[in-house]
């Protein structure tokens, strides 16, 4: 098996770390030498005993893919599990309804064995390098279904539309690092497939344009942009997020981003892990006295250690 090298990524004098391919190599993160490093991975097998960030491309284009995180075998035992529980009869009250897609509302509802996955050792080898120091999983994971249909617009009819969830009041370069919001695809998200759709670099874009006054409480109103946006600066160039099942993809959510229709018969399965770096003891004492509001009641109740370790509950 080979794997290529990330895309590369653009040297603005962004924040920039040391770069490493999944193959393991190190990689020049010099514009001149980077080309080369690149042509000599592409024929470098991968060790399935490495499993390294993307977290250059992160801080990018505000989101990365990372394939081959559980196995296609290991990741398509959830997919009877979600389809068992979410369908696309799911009324209002168990999931959020946006056109065939379908999103569990959580903490009210929650799927303990879709939530174990969170504890697989390489999505947690991942999440390591993607945040800086100890970390916990932060809320009920969200799982996902999007049934062949309509969503939001598609890339073929370029009718495609995005939003940002919410605006934040922290520069990005200061919050990278401490958060890790981990999509883990439960089977292959082909092109046309219903794939989260994004805008590359466009957090960066959305963190300038939102000081001004104006324009932050217009977005606050109406959170939408499309092709036909005003935005100075913003090229609608969106990209399909498409990996196999058992590839993980992460995002920032103040990047330019959307569900799209899925124009496939297969549904579309994931479930979004939402992981964030511990603070200090006020803060963890905290998290766990509030830890009701934002993980399943009866979930809580039956975590084995490992689980509940993992979310900070001891």
């Not at 030498?33 to 991975?41: F, R």
């Not at 990741?75 to 009869?89: C, H, Q, S, T, V």
Request: overall charge positive; hydrophobic content about 35%; some cysteine.
């Amino acid at each position: 098996m080979f794997r290529w090298c990330q895309k590369e990524p653009s040297f603005h004098g962004r924040k920039s770390i040391s770069l490493r391919c999944l193959c393991g190599n190190a990689r020049s993160a010099n514009p001149i030498t980077y080309k080369q490093d690149i042509n000599t991975c592409r024929n470098t097998p991968m060790s399935k005993k490495t499993i390294k960030d993307y977290r250059q491309q992160f801080i990018d284009q505000g989101y990365a893919i990372v394939e081959n995180v559980l196995t296609p075998k290991e990741a398509k035992k959830g997919i009877p599990i979600l389809l068992d529980k979410i369908r696309p009869e799911s009324p209002e009250s168990y999931a959020h309804i946006w056109g065939t897609r379908r999103q569990l509302k959580t903490p009210q509802h929650g799927i303990p064995r879709i939530a174990r996955f969170a504890t697989h050792p390489k999505l947690l080898e991942v999440i390591s390098n993607m945040i800086d120091g100890p970390f916990r999983l932060s809320a009920e994971p969200i799982p996902v279904v999007t049934f062949p249909g309509k969503v939001c617009g598609n890339l073929k009819s370029g009718n495609w539309r995005g939003h940002t969830d919410g605006f934040s009041n922290t520069p990005f370069l200061e919050r990278e690092g401490s958060f890790a919001n981990a999509w883990l695809a439960f089977a292959d998200i082909e092109p046309s497939g219903g794939a989260m759709t994004a805008i590359p670099s466009s957090h960066y874009l959305i963190e300038k344009a939102i000081t001004e006054p104006k324009f932050r409480a217009e977005k606050e109103k109406n959170n939408v942009y499309t092709a036909g946006s005003n935005l100075e600066g913003l090229d609608w160039n969106p990209e399909e997020i498409v990996l196999k099942a058992g590839g993980v993809f992460f995002y920032d959510g103040q990047v330019i981003h959307s569900a799209s229709d899925n124009m496939m018969q297969q549904p579309r399965l994931v479930c979004l892990y939402n992981f964030t770096q511990k603070g200090d003891r006020e803060k963890e004492v905290n998290a766990r006295q509030t830890i009701h509001e934002r993980f399943n009641s009866e979930h809580l109740k039956m975590m084995d250690d490992q689980m509940k370790q993992l979310v900070g509950l001891v």
